[in-house]
């Protein structure tokens, strides 16, 4: 059963930086995707990388804000932040559609929990 | 960007009544392309609907999905107690894929 397994729980300070992965555990090449969940709050959908070519998409309104990465060779894609401010306090949840072209979410990781204080 | 509301934003009902959400959208989404998702407190969404009528694998039949435009809804035929949970929207027809702010389903 292909599981997606993410980096564990962080905790930082305004101004640092931070790169979280999530790892699909069949190796299969897929999309991979990225929601946020800010405390309390709803979903929200940030942006999906393909892992066989890079190809990513970005939510506008948080575009700029962060960066999707990926690794073919180990399938794992990744959610990275150069500065970090409080309002990025939340749980990022990777996800993936199985099924191709369109972007509902089969599969979740089981979250990563970032906290930024000062 | 489409915009979902989800109405009404707290159910209380009580196990073997029936429950009835609602997910109404800004502007026409195209192809039915509405999801629906459960999630526990503490725990990761788990995807129940697609194509807005299509249960997702090992979703039970009480649950089912309709509608088309820009009125969805769905419906828990008869509620058990692991139904209690929030309930989300999600459009996929365009992007930004966007999600309703929930409907969370209590216990009466």
């Known amino acids: 059963e292909v599981q997606l397994v993410q980096s564990g729980a962080e905790v930082k300070k305004p101004g640092e930086s931070l790169k979280i992965s999530c790892k699909r555990s069949?190796?299969?090449?897929?999309?991979i995707g990225w929601v946020r969940q800010m405390p309390g709050k709803g979903l929200e959908w940030m942006g999906i990388?393909?892992?066989?070519?890079?190809?990513?998409r970005y939510n506008p309104s948080l575009q700029g804000q962060v960066t999707i990465s990926a690794d073919r060779s180990i399938t794992t894609a990744y959610l990275q932040w150069s500065s970090l401010k409080a309002s990025d306090t939340a749980m990022y949840y990777c996800?993936?559609?199985?099924?191709?072209?369109?972007?509902?979410?089969?599969?979740w990781g089981q979250g990563t929990l970032v906290t930024v204080s000062s | 960007e489409i915009v979902l509301t989800q109405s009404p934003g707290t159910l209380s009902l009580s196990p073997g009544e029936r429950a009835t959400l609602s997910c109404r959208a800004s502007?026409?989404?195209?192809?039915?392309?509405l999801a629906w998702y459960q999630q526990k407190s503490g725990q990761a969404p788990r995807l129940l609907m697609y194509?807005?009528?299509s249960r997702a694998t090992d979703i039970p039949d009480r649950f089912s999905g309709s509608g088309s435009g820009t009125d969805f809804t769905l419906t828990i035929s008869r509620l058990e107690p692991e139904d209690f949970a929030v309930y989300y929207c999600?459009?996929?027809?365009?992007?930004?894929?966007?999600f309703g702010q929930g409907t969370k389903l209590e216990i009466k």
């Open positions: 996800v993936v559609p199985l099924r191709g072209g369109h972007n509902y979410f089969d599969l």
């Open positions: 069949d190796f299969t090449t897929s999309w």
């Open positions: 990388i393909y892992l066989g070519d890079s190809d990513t």
């Open positions: 502007q026409s989404v195209s192809s039915r392309y």
């Open positions: 194509d807005a009528s």
């Open positions: 999600q459009q996929y027809g365009s992007s930004p894929y966007t």
